[in-house]
């Protein structure tokens, strides 16, 4: 079965900084999606960033970017220039591609607190 | 596009009561998804439909759980004989079959509480 593992339940940063974000995963698939997602409290679930294992390339949004490194299992998310907004809880997410219900597996989520 | 809604927002009820929550999908997504979210931990999959068929279900979906998307359309989520145990976020999400990137779009959720 597929796991998704996020060993930081909680991270600081001050404003203007970077952080990034751990995660590990376990599969045997190789052709599979990984996803960072945002949920600022009381607020629904939104896509930060996401990566085709394909790829070799690491994705980018902005501010934010990822490290995916496949032979390790390892996707971390790293957000640079952190602003305020940035606050919420994020999970790593997987999803297998190859037919099914290609559900999200997410880890347990890691709290962001940005500090002014 | 008006995004992933779901109603209620909140729900209170006492302990073997029935509960029924809606959701309604972005228009011409084909499929959706049923999330539960307990404290400090991440969504988990219940369940999921293409079109109006229910082709997957969690072993987390007891016999007290069931969802239906009739018509294809917007899907319901009723827990019989609720427990405190079912006291969680229940989230909709849904995506569109064939998207290449995979996202699915995620609705507030509806919170219930069991006393």
């Known amino acids: 079965a597929q796991t998704v593992t996020q060993s930081q339940p909680e991270m600081s940063v001050q404003e203007a900084e970077t952080v990034t974000l751990s995660c590990t995963y376990d599969?045997?698939?190789?052709?599979?999606?990984l996803f960072w997602y945002k949920q600022p409290p009381s607020r629904q679930m939104i896509l930060v960033i996401r990566?085709?294992?394909?790829?070799?390339q690491n994705a980018t949004e902005n501010r934010f970017s990822v490290n995916f490194q496949k032979a390790a299992k390892s996707f971390s998310l790293k957000i640079s220039d952190s602003q305020l907004g940035d606050a919420a809880m994020y999970f790593c997410?997987?999803?297998?591609?190859?037919?099914?219900?290609?559900?999200?597996?997410f880890g347990k989520g890691t709290k962001l607190t940005v500090n002014p | 596009d008006t995004g992933v809604s779901q109603n209620p927002r909140h729900k209170i009820t006492k302990r073997g009561q029935n509960v029924t929550f809606r959701c309604d999908p972005i228009?011409?997504?084909?499929?959706l998804y049923w999330y539960r979210q307990t404290l400090g931990q991440g969504p988990e999959f219940l369940t999921y439909?293409?079109?109006?068929?229910?082709?997957?279900k969690s072993r987390l979906l007891s016999d007290r759980f069931s969802a239906e998307r009739p018509k294809g359309s917007f899907s319901t989520l009723e827990i019989q004989r609720t427990e405190q145990g079912d006291s969680a976020m229940y989230l909709c999400?849904?995506?569109?079959?064939?998207?290449?990137?995979?996202?699915?779009?995620f609705g507030p959720g509806t919170r219930l509480t069991v006393l």
């Open positions: 999400a849904s995506r569109k079959r064939g998207a290449r990137n995979n996202e699915q779009f």
């Open positions: 599969t045997s698939e190789s052709d599979y999606y």
């Open positions: 990566q085709e294992a394909y790829k070799q």
């Open positions: 997410a997987y999803s297998f591609t190859q037919g099914g219900s290609e559900k999200l597996v």
């Open positions: 228009s011409e997504h084909n499929r």
């Open positions: 439909f293409q079109n109006e068929a229910q082709l997957e």
